[in-house]
């Protein structure tokens, strides 16, 4: 009997393992034309410590360790509605006008979070602005509780992707 019981046991851990491997992966990709030069729209988006100068969610960054457009530097945001999210800078390429990170713990229905922030020169006087990322939903179960599935999380990461582009745009045309 408990060599069968330690039989259901191992299956049953196995197959929770399996479940949290098999959650989908997802990406979101949302793209602005900026009518500005790209190394203007570079400047207002590459301070890794100040997300809130062009993200309108964004009430305060704070940088936890390292800095400025150092890779491992661990930031703060404090959102407008109180809510925290800790990320880490994972790449930063000046020439690129591009920077990658992580989000190691937060509120937003993600898990395994990375994205990329890109600014491209289209022409002289228009800039596109690429943000895309890559992750799983919070709750990797089977069946993952209401707010933390694939749909929140596509939705919320668009949504706080679309927010930020649009108030860029603005704020640099």
């Known amino acids: 009997m408990k060599f069968h019981n330690a039989i259901l046991g191992l299956f049953f851990s196995a197959s929770l393992v399996a479940n949290a491997a098999d959650a989908n992966k997802l990406k979101v990709e949302e793209k602005v034309e900026v009518n500005a030069n790209a190394a203007q729209v570079w400047e207002k988006v590459n301070k890794f410590g100040d997300l809130g100068a062009w993200h ?27 809510g925290k999210i800790t990320e880490e800078l994972k790449a930063y390429d000046t020439n690129k006008k591009m920077f990658t990170y992580r989000i190691i ?14 600014v491209t020169s289209l022409a002289s006087n228009k800039t596109l602005v690429t943000w895309v990322g890559h992750f799983q939903r919070k709750d990797l179960s089977a069946t993952p ?10 939705n919320t990461i668009t949504a706080v992707y679309r927010a ?5 745009k603005k704020i640099s045309e």
Do not use: F, M, W
């Open 164 to 168: 930020g582009l649009d108030n860029l």
């Open 145 to 154: 509780a209401q707010g933390q599935d694939d749909a929140a999380a596509v």
């Open 105 to 118: 713990e937060g509120v937003l229905p993600v898990s395994h979070y990375i994205s990329t922030v890109q």
């Open 56 to 82: 309108p969610a964004v009430a305060n960054t704070t940088i936890q360790s390292g800095a400025e457009a150092k890779v491992g530097t661990v930031r703060v945001l404090t959102l407008q509605d109180g």
